[in-house]
């Protein structure tokens, strides 16, 4: 069953975290305060929406320069695919180039309210939150092409100070695999 992004306030400050990589390095909101603005991606390896358009992700993400890292808050031990070893082999196969966190206890996707996989949070250069929604028009089976059109054009306003204009189409995925 799919379900939609839930369309956290605009404004909203980027929520606090501390969370490793695949190789054990720890990034925080920190690393990320000095601009030009953060894109948090939660994300995972058995999503069919996630995988629908992971190598654009890669592509398009290549030719911005906001940085950006994916978070899998899903629980891997009922979800296997979504294991570190998982991930690397998908980070390697989409062509990411950014980190993946690892979100072992769940608070950090809780604090961001996060819903689905894919769900995107681009945050301006306060980090606030500037935009909250999907990657395109495109999910797997509706036949429109994956571009990225709506976060590329996002990113390019934050990037120049600009506001996203609204409405912002709510991404639409896999439901996050909390813990009971």
């Known amino acids: ?3 939609q992004s839930l369309m956290v ?7 606090d975290f501390a969370l490793p990589d695949l190789d054990g390095h720890r990034h925080t909101r920190a690393d990320y305060a ?3 603005g953060l894109l948090v991606i939660f994300a995972c390896n058995h999503c069919p929406y996630v995988r629908h358009l992971e190598s654009k992700l890669g ?17 891997a031990d009922a979800y296997s ?8 082999a998908q980070a390697d196969r989409a062509g990411w180039r ?24 681009l945050y301006d250069a306060q980090l606030e939150l500037a935009y909250r929604g999907a990657f395109d028009a495109s999910t797997p ?17 934050v990037l120049t100070g600009a506001p996203v204009p609204e409405p912002h189409r709510p991404s639409m995925g896999c439901s996050i695999k909390w813990r009971a």
């Not at 592509?59 to 629980?75: G, K, R, Y």
């Not at 689905?116 to 949070?121: G, K």
């Not at 509706?142 to 390019?156: D, F, Q, Y």
């Open 1 to 3: 069953m799919s379900v």
């Open 9 to 15: 306030p605009i404004g909203t400050p980027a929520p």
């Open 34 to 36: 000095d601009g030009p």
């Open 59 to 75: 592509e398009v993400l290549d030719t911005l320069t906001i940085p950006t890292v994916a978070i899998c808050t899903n629980d």
């Open 81 to 88: 695919d979504d294991a570190p070893e998982h991930l690397r």
């Open 98 to 121: 950014f980190p993946y966190l690892i979100d072992e206890t769940q608070q950090v996707g809780r604090a961001f309210r996060a819903a689905c996989t894919p769900d995107f949070f």
């Open 141 to 157: 089976g509706n036949g429109k092409p994956v571009t990225g059109s709506e976060l590329r054009a996002a990113v390019e306003a």
